[in-house]
């Protein structure tokens, strides 16, 4: 990587972080989450609940399950693009042993912000080069974080490569759309939007090629040779207005809206 690649990726994150603070993510409780019952992002957070909720029922307990049967050790979860580290200290509550990666180690809402006390490992890395042995973990889950990633392909592929076989591939609460055109509608929206939204840290937040969304085809090809199962979408039940977005929008002749969802692979 070169120096100047180098000083973007440490100046989004500072930016990033002051963003974040900007936004009133600094006085979320990291052992609380995902729950939050008042203030501007409750809402936003109604959503993620869900989507915690679905992969804990369909993922996360099965897993534990299966690591139980296997009498070979606790479940193993690594938690990529974990911010403050609060689904892996759930998962870690609830007996597994956990590892929360962010690149970012601030105290905003990064791993600096994690719960205090907490048995979960803390790793500073990307997750497009994780710094893990091979077949170490039984679950591997991107935290509204997969769209983040500037080689989709990569990341796919060390999740693949610290995952053990039959462990679980898991997608949350990253934008996914039926089809590209509907991703790029998006992408140019947040791009003229973004000095109204950023401010003066726009340019620093755009400078990065981040995938930004999904679609179900571009992960199926991102996957190719990857040893990894069909993707397989797990509808949530998300909050009434949240359901209700793609009608209005319709309605109103705006911009197809994304959706989340529980997307999940078998390491094979």
Known sequence: MTDRAVDERRLFRQDYAEHRAAEGRESLDARTLPYVTSGPLARQWSVRARSWEAF????????????????????????????????????????????ALDVRGDQVDGLGASPPGSAVERVVASFEAIPVSDGEFDVVVFNAALHYAEDLVAALREARRVARVAARIVILDSPFYRSADHGEAMVREKRRNAERQFGNRAATLLALSFVEYLTPQRLADASRGLRLGPWRRRRVRYPLWYELRGALAFVRRERTPSRFDLWESVAT
Not at 59 to 76: F, H, I, K, M, N
Not at 78 to 96: E, F, P, S, T, V
Request: proline share 5%.
């Open 56 to 99: 804990d029922r369909r993922v996360l307990r099965p897993a534990r399950r299966r690591a139980d049967a296997r009498a070979a050790g606790p479940l193993r979860v690594i938690d990529l693009g974990a911010g403050n580290a609060w689904l892996a200290h759930r998962a870690a509550i609830a007996g597994a042993e956990a590892v």
